[in-house]
């Protein structure tokens, strides 16, 4: 089965603003270790003209149900996140590679920037498959639900370093 969410975030800062903060190394570190989705670390970063790649490398951190833990040891939810950005745009291509369980693991979408009345909207939009007998759409569930609490509670620290910079 195969889920599909969509995360937003608003931002009171200018578009190239809030785009830069998500290619920031220092923003990057600072979220390393914000709930559900931590232990973030930023493997590499290249530019080309607009074209921005980057691979980010997180680990699950939130909490699975005693029969999600029967077929997935949380200790292995790793994963590498690989990000190519069009900075005219606005938009990247995101696809999650997996450290274990990728043989039963997918997930890829998009992430926009769009102004709007006032303020910035940064919309993921994606899709997740988790192909694990009896268990697998409770694992989506978790992980979609770490996701967005991860989302807001990211949102707070990239609009605080926006304030500051700003």
Known sequence: ??????????????IDD????FLNPEVLASLSDLPNVGKLRLLDQARDGATVR???HYAF??????A??????????????????????HRAAVRIVPDHYGDHFTCAGTVALY?????VRRVTEAEMTVDIPLVGHKVEQTIVDGLREHAAAEAKVVQAWLDKVG
């Open 115 to 119: 102004e709007a009345w006032g303020a």
């Open 1 to 14: 089965m195969t889920v599909r969410f969509t995360l937003e975030q608003r931002f009171n800062a200018a």
């Open 61 to 66: 951190t939130g909490k699975l149900s005693a």
């Open 18 to 21: 809030v785009q830069a903060a």
């Open 54 to 56: 980057q691979r980010i």
């Open 68 to 89: 999600a833990r029967a077929v997935v040891d949380p200790a292995r939810l790793t994963w590498v996140e690989e990000q190519r950005h069009d900075t005219a745009g």
